[in-house]
Each structure stands twice: as C-alpha cells, then as structure tokens.
C-alpha cells in the first residue's frame, strides 16, 4: 500500500474516532434529569398509543351496538306495521302492474298480538314521526330492560320500559316510561332536544298506544331534574295528591307549551331519559292524553 493510502486510512480512522468522541461528549453533556425527562416522554408515548388502541376498540363495540339497536327495532316495526289505507282505488301502471291510491292514509296501526307473543311484557308502542317508533315493555325490575331489547336480546340500546311499580300501568295517572339517551338520538336520546322550544313546537305531540288502543299525548311540561324525586311520584291514593303532582311539574317546566288545563281526570305519561355527563339528572318530558285515534 502506498503512503498516500495508509494516510488516507489514518484520516478515515481518525475521523470516526472523533465522531464517536462528539457521541459521547453529547451524552455526557447530559444532566441525569435529562434521561428522567426522556424515561417519562417515553412512557407517555407508549400509554397514549395503548390508550388510542383501546379507545378505537371500544368505539367500534358501541358503533356495532348501535348498529345492531337499530337494525333489531327497524326489524319489528317493519314485522309488527299493519299497513292502513283506506279509500285508495285499484288502477295498473303502463306494465299492468295493480297499484294503490294512498293518498288517503289513516293513522298507523300494528299488530298488538304478534307483539305480545314475541314478548309477553309488552304493553303497547310509542311513535313519534319517524324520530321515535318502538315497543313498550313492563317488565319484572328496571334493570332487565336496561340491557335487553323487546325481543329478549342483550343490547345496550336496552327497550322502552314502564316502571315495573307502576300497579296501573300505562292506564295510571302517571305512567312513567324509561329509555336510553343514545348518542346518535335512538330510543329517547332525541327527547333532550325538547330543551329548546322551538323543537317543541315543530313536536308537540306523541301517539301512544295501549294494547293495540292508540291515543294522542301532548307534551305539556319538560325539564332537568335529579334521578330521585316527586317527578317519579305514581300510585296516588288521593284526587287530591294527583293536582299537586301537576302543580309541581307546570312549575317545573323549562316553557309555556300552552296546555295548561290538566284536572284530576287526565292521564299523563312521564318520559325519562338520561342526561349527557351527569349521571345523577335525568330530562323529563311530560304529557297529557287527549283524543282517541282512528
């Protein structure tokens, strides 16, 4: 090898000598809070990353629980919808098909039977539009229901239910009814809405039937209260007790609905759902039966 090669190898040698000796100076320029610090920005990367992973497991169950709440109840009312035309005249189309006129349909009607033999608690539905539109349940507890759809299954939309300590049901003074606040506004998670009174006037009613018996209800009061209190009062044993039930909740609501004129006679619904990041309040919808449907 030349003298200019071994020179060369020298300068190459010295060289990584240097940058290895740079390396280290730099890690010893370091304080011992340095690698403190370093230890912990590690620690929390790795716990953020574990935390996202399980965060996006759990997202996905609740999506596919959803999914499957409202696959199941889409399902029964399309089992449980007895179609209701009445008047519309038989014509074909340009194939010969024959069609229906329905321009005249009535009030919507279901099966109550079949209802009742997919699930012996079932008491009646309550549809809204197309917003709210599912069974009734009374069941045994008000912890089934929580975690069980009207067909039995393990959901975590959970069903429509009456308070099981209600002895009259859905034909007492107060009927109190429960029903998940889901985020994406299944089941009652649209009754939060009622907060504002402008959706209220756009719904200021529901139909509720008993057995297969439908009824129109007007929302007279809505409001926030806590998850214990006279809001779930039921079973009055005076005409008396019952007119000052309705004095307290015309007191509580948020706005004037303009239904004002509630007596000892009337029969009332209570609606309950959960309020969003507080477990101990609950929004209440009240309303009042009026007239029978066709």
């Known amino acids: 090898m030349s003298f200019s090669g071994i020179k060369e190898k020298i300068v190459e040698k010295i060289k990584s000598i ?32 574990c935390l996202f992973t399980y965060s996006s497991y759990e997202l996905t169950n609740i999506y596919l629980d959803y999914e499957d709440g409202d696959d199941a109840y889409e399902n029964m009312e399309d089992m449980f919808e007895i179609p209701n035309i009445e008047g519309g005249e038989q014509a074909t189309d340009i194939n010969g098909n024959k069609i229906v006129n329905s321009k005249d349909q009535v009030a919507w009607k279901y099966d109550f039977e079949a209802l009742k033999n997919m699930n012996t608690d079932a008491v009646g539905w309550i ?107 039921y079973n009055f044993t005076t005409d008396e007790e019952f007119e000052n039930y309705i004095k307290i909740s015309m007191a509580k609501r948020e706005y004037d609905t303009g239904i004002d004129n509630l007596t000892k006679d009337d029969k009332i619904i209570t609606l309950s759902t959960c309020t969003r990041g507080n477990d101990t309040k609950r929004y209440i919808v009240q309303m009042v039966r009026r007239e029978k449907l066709a």
């Open 18 to 49: 240097e940058f290895f000796n740079r390396i280290i100076k730099k890690i010893k320029s370091h304080s011992p809070r340095y690698y403190i610090i370093e230890a912990i920005r590690k620690v929390i990367i790795i716990a953020a990353l």
């Open 127 to 233: 549809k809204q539009g197309n917003i709210i539109s599912y069974p009734i349940v009374a069941g045994t507890d008000n912890d089934y229901y929580l975690t069980h759809n009207a067909a039995h299954k393990e959901n975590k939309a959970g069903a429509i239910f009456v308070d099981y300590r209600i002895t009259d049901g859905m034909e007492s003074d107060n009927c109190i009814i429960y029903g998940h606040n889901m985020l994406n506004n299944s089941m009652f998670g649209s009754l939060i809405k009622y907060s504002n009174k402008s959706y209220f006037k756009e719904h200021p009613t529901f139909d509720i039937y008993i057995g297969d018996t439908g009824y129109r209800y007007y929302v007279f009061a809505t409001y926030e209260t806590d998850e214990i209190g006279d809001t779930y009062s």
